[in-house]
């Protein structure tokens, strides 16, 4: 897909705020701190349309950004972070399962996973919970400059075993600050995109 444009339409906490129209969501989830609202930017060309911060744990909200006026990112809150309360925890929880069953728009969802670590159990159960449900999915392994490329092939492999992926899902290194694995990334997407 060819960006023209692309901007930041409504950021959502509860679902009767999600957009009313016929868009499809890219919808991307990972814990705190993975690089998702990195990664958005990257895809759509844009230095700061997703807030990039500094303290992980930050996104408590759904945000849904326009691309081209036909589809929407979608970025959900990061999980996992430690020093959230339980309660807070367990909402973001219910924030993400009601986007999920609810919306019903993702056309294709994006888990993200530090490439440069083992995937985690909250990884693993969100990984599980996209499996059970159905949804189409693939998975971004992100900060793929922070480690030399041997490591990256032992790791991408490590992830693969984790997760026990079927053969046929897709994993995406993606650096960022390098600016690469943005062609791939789209190529994944534009499939999902033409499939109905």
Not at 68 to 77: A, G, M
Request: overall charge positive; charged content about 30%.
């Amino acid at each position: 897909m060819f960006v023209k444009n692309s901007k930041h339409e409504i950021t959502c906490v509860k679902t009767s705020q999600f957009p009313q129209n016929d868009f499809w969501d890219i919808t991307f989830v990972g814990k705190s701190n993975v690089g998702k609202s990195s990664t958005i930017n990257l895809l759509l060309a844009r230095k700061k349309l997703a807030y990039v911060g500094n303290t992980p744990g930050k996104t408590r909200v759904i945000n849904f950004y326009n691309v081209n006026d036909e589809l929407y990112f979608v970025d959900l809150p990061g999980y996992g972070f430690s020093s959230v309360s339980k309660n807070e925890s367990a909402s973001w929880g219910k924030m993400i399962e009601g986007y999920l069953l609810e919306r019903k728009k993702a056309k294709l969802i994006l888990l993200l996973i530090d490439i440069r670590h083992k995937p985690g159990k909250n990884d693993i159960m969100m990984h599980d919970w996209i499996k059970h449900y159905e949804f189409p999915y693939a998975i971004v392994a992100t900060k793929a400059d922070k480690i030399s490329a041997k490591e990256r092939e032992i790791n991408i492999k490590q992830i693969r075993e984790t997760l026990e992926l079927d053969d046929d899902i897709k994993i995406i290194p993606v650096s960022a600050s390098k600016k690469t694995g943005r062609d791939e990334l789209w190529e994944v997407i534009d499939k999902y995109l033409v499939t109905e």
